[in-house]
């Protein structure tokens, strides 16, 4: 019950934008984002709690569709310093199972 | 404060060997996660303990064990090292839900090989 991350990589230059999804087949009570660096650890991003809240932090924001169990996080004017491999993570709705299940990641990659 | 501390950060290990790795959080957290990570898999939980002396199994749990005797620590063990254990091993805390909205703490991981 791994959530879908998609696309799986993507390029882009300097100063454009970019939409990472995050789709889960299961009833969801959150969704979690984080950036991992090449050979560093994953760095807690945001958490989205209600449905169709929307966070931003920089301009980095994300939004979560509780019905439709899905979530995007958006990037705006790319830096440099955006490039890394971005991780969704999920929380089932279920008392007690408070665990994340992880996507498989999407690479960005960002190119002056 | 240093966060999550994981020990050793590298490691060689033969097929049939055993290991453990550490585990220590200052941030007074009550939950812990130990995930795995491999290319193109993402994070998988191995184990996880929402508190002293309680564990509980995640998505691959086998060939692995884990003990948490004190809040701050939760350590992970392999019993019978396997080639398919070679991975990067992430340890993890956070508040839980009634606590915090918050996110996890990642430590800088454990770069497991086995041969």
């Known amino acids: 019950q791994q959530p879908v991350q998609s696309p799986q990589a993507v390029i882009l230059r300097e100063g454009e934008d970019a939409v990472i999804n995050c789709s889960s087949s299961k009833a969801l009570y959150s969704v979690h984002w984080y950036r991992q660096k090449h050979g560093e650890a994953p760095v807690f991003l945001m958490i989205?709690?209600?449905?169709?809240e929307q966070k931003g932090h920089d301009k980095i924001s994300a939004s979560f569709n509780e019905k439709k169990q899905q979530s995007s996080l958006y990037l705006t004017a790319s830096q440099l310093s955006y490039s890394g491999t971005y991780f969704c993570g999920t929380e089932g709705q279920i008392q007690g199972a408070q665990k994340l299940v992880f996507g498989q990641g999407t690479r960005l990659t960002i190119n002056p | 404060n240093a966060g999550v501390t994981q020990t050793p950060k590298f490691r060689v290990l033969k097929t049939g060997q055993s290991m453990t790795l550490l585990c220590a959080q200052d941030?007074?957290?009550?939950?812990m996660y130990w995930y795995r990570q491999d290319p193109g898999m993402g994070l998988r939980l191995i184990h996880y303990s929402v508190g002293e002396g309680t564990t509980a199994k995640g998505e691959v749990p086998d060939g692995y064990n884990v003990s948490r005797l004190k809040k701050q620590n939760f350590l992970l063990g392999l019993e019978s090292a396997a080639p398919s254990q070679t991975s990067v091993y992430f340890c993890a805390s956070s508040y839980p839900r009634y606590k915090a909205a918050s996110g996890y703490t990642f430590g800088s991981g454990t770069r497991l090989t086995v041969v």
């Open positions: 941030m007074n957290h009550e939950y």
């Open positions: 989205l709690l209600k449905g169709g």
